[in-house]
């Protein structure tokens, strides 16, 4: 009886010390297991925030991919449009580079047309006596040669007959005149407004007229300049260079001026002959330069500026 109660005593100890540890394996299985729950909802939350993520960072592939479409496509339009750019600034190019040559080529023209003019002026007016330059004045203006020589020198008082004064000084003129075979020659007749009085003069209008014809077939009869070069013209009293208030200025505007100037063939003659390569204001043309050696009378050449 005693060793039954002792052994029920050891049995209820045993079981006791099976009970507290099996509570605190429980204890300790409910801990794990809550921190097990919190981690779980813990994933759960990660694993929602890494969705969404993949989601925007899907969708800014998407707009990037898009924009870079874009991008690609504005890229192309712009090669194009640079490529078509480039042809047109190119034709630009090539036509201003044209213009350019086409300047050069005017200016060389008009420089050795202009020579031209100088060394006729110059020629003409070494020729010229001090005596005949007081009736003979000679300019050029606007690439035209003009020479203007008074009525005293030239025709009888009021008349259009030439008298034997002027023979020498239009002699020297039509020399000049003959070397230049490829200008043309435009004599034009000029008196003051005082009304002529003659019975076969009607005005002045035909007092010019017939003054510049004298002086045209003066120069095609008794000095063989070409007819097919020359023109006569009267202006009347309506071509004044200064007033008719007084003597002077009647006497200045009773003239017959010699106009020469280049053919306009001629010209284009010169503008097709004019040099391609580029000129600067320092270097100018060989054919636009005067400086050359005169002939023996001190005149100067024509076939040393034309190249003839």
Known sequence: MIAFSVALMVAGCASKKDLVALQDDYANLQ?????????????????????ERLAEAQ?????????????????????????????????????????????????SAKSKSDSLNMILTNNLTRSLTR??????????????VYISLSDNMLYRSGSYEINSRAAETLGKIAKIITDYKEYEVLVEGNT?????????????????????SSVVQ????KYGVDPKRLSAAGRGEYNPVQDNDNEVGRQRNRRTQIIVTPQL????????????????PDSVPA??????????????????????
């Open 31 to 51: 801990a794990r297991y809550q921190e097990t729950q919190i981690a779980l909802a813990q994933c759960d939350t990660r694993s929602k925030s890494l969705d």
């Open 265 to 280: 063939d001629q010209f284009l003659e010169l503008i097709d002959q004019a040099p391609a390569e580029a000129t600067t």
């Open 218 to 221: 003066e120069l095609q009869n």
């Open 131 to 144: 005596d005949e330059l007081r009736d003979v004045d000679v300019q050029v203006l606007k690439g035209v």
């Open 192 to 212: 003051d407004n005082v009304p002529i009085s003659k019975p076969n003069i009607r005005n002045n209008w035909d007092l010019s007229c017939l003054r510049a």
């Open 287 to 308: 054919a636009a330069q005067p400086a050359v050696t005169p002939a023996d009378d001190g005149t100067v050449p024509v076939s040393a500026v034309m190249g003839n």
């Open 59 to 107: 969708q800014l592939n998407t707009r990037q991919r898009q924009e870079y479409n874009d991008l690609k496509r504005s890229l192309d339009n712009s090669i194009a449009q640079n490529t078509a750019g480039n042809v047109n600034i190119s034709k630009l190019v090539d036509e201003i580079n044209a213009s350019n040559q086409y300047i050069k080529q005017l200016v």
